[in-house]
């Protein structure tokens, strides 16, 4: 009877936990190639015959990065003199590109990729990539491409660079931080969430054994159980929601737990306060941070050349106190021609900041393109002792070849030939002395200064914590690790005032000082001390037959042991007695499902990420996979030995 009562306990907590809701879910949508993305819009457009004849078809046609009037109609221009190949058009795009500064130009890059043929895939996504450089989906398309044609090292290499690709763009750093941030939050709450559950459930019968002893010595198991059930769910009542339930939890766990079990109850406390309280705000902030800084929506406006002239205006408002207007005002006067306006800018961002890369290195061009070439390379050379880039040094190059500094002109490119080849190869094949390539709008502005001030002046949002914790223990992070702390503080005070049930390791038989006439220790009851203690002193057939018995015993619980630990996360830890193992375990075990759940991100852009989304979440999720498993074999292995 009470090993059913115990069983039914169980199970409606469990279905008690279940019930409850533990968070929003992400929208799921549709897994969409980069040709079916790109072939909708396009699909609409009226030609005919070779995809390669106009990008800028219709209204309609692709605008992921549409070029403002100055920028698009250079970029028309080029495009229909150029002769009608990918590789011309690719070439003659290419120019206009370095030229005007713009950073990618994913309409005729979709257009050279489908013109693609069966025989040189690989051609035709190259010219693609280098038309828009910035758009991770071209990066590792062109990896693929070379893939399939064989060539496994320079498929590799090509991987690489769309991880750099991902580094250095905006649109790619905003996507991963924003799928990134909510997957964390979804391990750090769920991990922690499910192992408080397991370390009360493994304790639950020795609280509620205890908890009936203090009303009556005689009152029923399942009386017990359920008056600690009752007590559990008070905190719930009170709408503490399932934050309260764990408390409760928290704290029946950590009374009863051993020395390992605090200490990853300790752990589990500090993951679900940070999962409560900063990483929500982080993911929230992530999610919604362009809406919620005006500023950066319309730098990106203009990095995309979609912006209207209220952006231009805001940008101009926010220019006295924000580097990041200034260089999106120089990078949209660049695009329309407004060299002078251009440098006005450039200037003001080296008056504050005066190692500042991007403005010193675009200084140098446009001093270059007016034919100043040593005021050019006395930028140059300001921006090369700060960073190693390979476009700055290509410029750098050609700026001491019209200058006929022919030593410092072969150094100089040899040094940006080692940082990235391919990078130098592809300007220098444009086959141009006077070429100078601008960098890019630097991100650091938008990702690592805004953000993280965003972060952390912004009240956090209600929407996780609203869910888990809607009551007053999480109103804020001390409060939620004040409440946490408090419990831990009195349960090591008061632990040891009174004494606490346990079962034998051996035989399962209560040890309870109320109970029992003599207690040897917490885990060996009077009958099996005396039975291995004292061989002597006990029948040699009666002894032989418990022994016997205990070691069937042992072998139906070691296979249910095993069964638990394959089919329930965490409980291979604990059957070995390692709840440390079972805290990453269980970590390990739900970023696995958070990969297999979302594989392409959380929420998903084809257009800009394609399959290179897959690659960031598949190297990692693999990972925890494979850790897992070991996790569970080497508990598993702790058991047996044990």
Known sequence: ?????????????????????????????????????????????????????????????????R???????????????????????????RRTRLELGLGDLPAPAILIAASATEEEPEVYSELAREVAPGVPAFQI???????????????????????????????????????????????????????????????YSHAAHDLGDLLSNHMPTFARYALLGGLLLVPLVLGEGLFGLALALFTVAFIYGGAGQRKALVMAAVLLVIGLHPLAQLSSVAAKFIDSDPVASSVLQVLDGTETAADVERLEAAAPKDLAAIHALAYRDRRFGLAESSRVHLEEVISRVPNDLVALANLGN??????????????????????????????????????????????TLIRAQK???????????????????????PVSHLIRDRLVSLALSQDADRGA??????????????????????????????????????????????????????????????????????????????????IQALAEREVRFDRVWLTLSLMIPGMAGFSARR??????????????????????GIFEDPLLMGSAAILCFAIPGALAVMAYVSVVVLSLIVRKNS
Not at 67 to 93: D, G, I, M
Not at 419 to 441: E, T
Request: with cysteine; charged share 15%.
């Open 465 to 546: 914590v609203a869910i888990l914790a809607p009551g007053r223990l999480g109103a804020a992070w001390y409060v939620t690790g004040g409440a946490l702390a408090l419990i831990v503080l009195c349960s090591l005070l008061l632990s040891k005032s009174w004494s606490h049930a346990s079962l034998c390791t051996r035989c399962g038989h209560r040890i309870c000082e109320r109970c029992e006439k003599t207690v040897w220790s917490e885990d060996i009851c009077e009958d099996c001390h005396h039975l291995f203690q004292y061989p002597e002193a006990t029948d040699p057939s009666l002894r032989m037959a418990r």
């Open 366 to 411: 446009i001093e270059k393109r007016r034919g100043n070439t040593d005021a050019a390379i006395g930028y140059y050379e300001r921006a090369a002792v700060q960073e190693s880039d390979a476009t700055l040094l290509f410029s750098l190059s050609q700026a001491y070849a019209s200058a006929f500094r022919m030593q410092e002109y072969e150094a």
């Open 67 to 93: 070029p403002v009037e100055a920028a698009e109609e250079q970029s028309r221009a080029s495009w229909e003199a150029a002769k009608p190949s990918a590789f011309a058009r690719a070439a003659a795009l």
């Open 141 to 203: 398309d062109h990896a693929v491409a070379l893939w399939n044609s064989g060539d496994v090292g320079a498929a590799l290499l090509a991987v690489g660079r769309a991880g750099l690709t991902v580094a250095r763009s905006l649109p790619a750093q905003l996507w991963l931080l924003e799928n990134l941030s909510f997957a964390l939050l979804i391990v750090v709450l769920a991990a922690p969430l499910g192992f408080i559950l397991l370390a009360a459930l493994h304790v």
């Open 1 to 65: 009877m009470p090993r059913r009562t115990l069983l039914a306990s169980l199970i409606w907590l469990l279905l008690l936990l279940a019930m409850t809701p533990v968070g929003a879910q992400a929208q799921d949508m549709p897994t969409v190639s980069l040709a079916e993305s790109a072939g909708q819009p396009l699909a609409s457009a009226p030609f005919a015959g070779d995809p390669l004849d106009d990008p800028w078809l219709s209204e309609d046609s692709p605008a992921t990065a």
């Open 579 to 600: 709840p440390d193992l079972a805290m990453f375990g269980l970590l390990l075990f739900a970023w696995a499902v958070t990969w297999f759940s979302w594989p392409t």
């Open 419 to 441: 940082i990235d080849d391919q990078a130098v190869a592809g300007l220098s094949s444009l086959g141009d002395a006077s070429l100078v390539a601008d960098l890019r709008f």
